[in-house]
């Protein structure tokens, strides 16, 4: 995949990339086989995510390094994680995407289908803040618990 120049495209471009590049990283071994490099320039370099904390990858995430060590975590906890479709509800600096997502939990093998709603900052053509709202956090982290 090329690297566009981003800061000239709009939100809806860059989340476009963006997604697209993180499929592509998957594909390719997802983290420790893959480089970050697909990923890291649909983010600022400041970026910040924040995931809630009852996730098993739950807490702030802050910088190419922290969603390097993010996407790790994700890759430890899901051993599928399919966005099966998006809506994107909005698209300018602030935008909310809705994707409904099903997933295969590594440590049980359960399976799960729910939806995450995403407020997602872009600054400069980049992915500034990422903000995921799940539906049931609960049942993802019974789901993802080991020894269940």
């Known amino acids: ?5 981003l800061s000239t495209m709009d939100p809806a471009a860059v989340l476009t990339g963006m997604y697209a590049a993180e499929a592509e990283y998957l594909a390719a071994g997802g983290p420790g086989e893959a480089p970050f490099d697909l990923l890291a320039p649909f983010f ?11 996730l098993p990858y739950g807490g702030t995430w ?3 390094s922290g969603m390097e060590r993010f ?3 994700m890759s430890r906890t899901w051993a599928s994680f399919d966005m099966a479709e998006q809506k994107f509800l909005h698209t300018g600096e602030t935008a909310v995407v809705l994707t409904d997502v099903r997933a295969r939990a590594r440590a049980t093998g359960l399976e799960l289908a729910f939806p995450i709603l995403q407020n997602i900052t872009v600054k ?8 995921p709202f799940y539906w049931d956090t609960a049942a993802i982290a019974d789901a993802t618990r080991h020894g269940t």
């Open 62 to 64: 802050r910088g190419h």
């Open 44 to 54: 600022a370099h400041d970026v910040v995510l924040h995931q809630a904390d009852a």
């Open 71 to 73: 996407f790790l975590a």
């Open 124 to 131: 400069d053509g980049r992915i500034a803040e990422v903000r």
């Open 1 to 5: 995949m090329t690297n566009p120049n």
